[in-house]
């Protein structure tokens, strides 16, 4: 049996798109010292439910089915580090972004708009 380790480094939400209430975000993580990415556009519909499908996303990237004769030779466990903590930061960063979202939603002022929609692009947090 091998082992994958993976350590979240940061979360990127790359683009809004107001017409959908979508983001489309990057999020970057350590596999066993290498760093990768992966690109996903979400929703903000129930963060705690997000939190949990990007971390099951990520670790099933990485974890293989038995394919020849010896099961345990075959199989890769995909394991994040601190993964109870991590989907709770993940969530309440979720959640927070949306309630920034609700709150650009609700206010009926032009004046400042284009700044307002800007300031949702390139929105990070690191773990």
Do not use: W
């Not at 683009?15 to 489309?24: G, S």
């Not at 992966?38 to 038995?66: C, G, H, M, T």
Request: hydrophobic share 40%; charged share 35%.
């Amino acid at each position: 049996m091998n082992a994958v380790d993976i350590t979240l480094q940061d979360i990127t939400f790359t683009q809004f798109f107001k017409t959908d209430n979508t983001f489309l975000i990057t999020i970057n993580f350590k596999v066993n010292n290498e760093l990768k990415s992966y690109e996903n556009r979400i929703s903000l519909n129930d963060p705690d439910v997000i939190a949990e499908k990007l971390i099951k996303e990520i670790k099933s990237r990485f974890e293989v089915k038995a394919q020849g004769r010896d099961f345990l030779d075959n199989l890769v466990v995909a394991r994040v580090k601190d993964i109870e903590e991590t989907t709770e930061r993940l969530s309440g960063y979720i959640r927070r972004v949306a309630d920034k979202v609700k709150m650009f939603k609700h206010d009926k002022q032009a004046e400042g708009y284009l700044n307002r929609v800007a300031s949702f692009d390139k929105i990070c947090m690191r773990f």
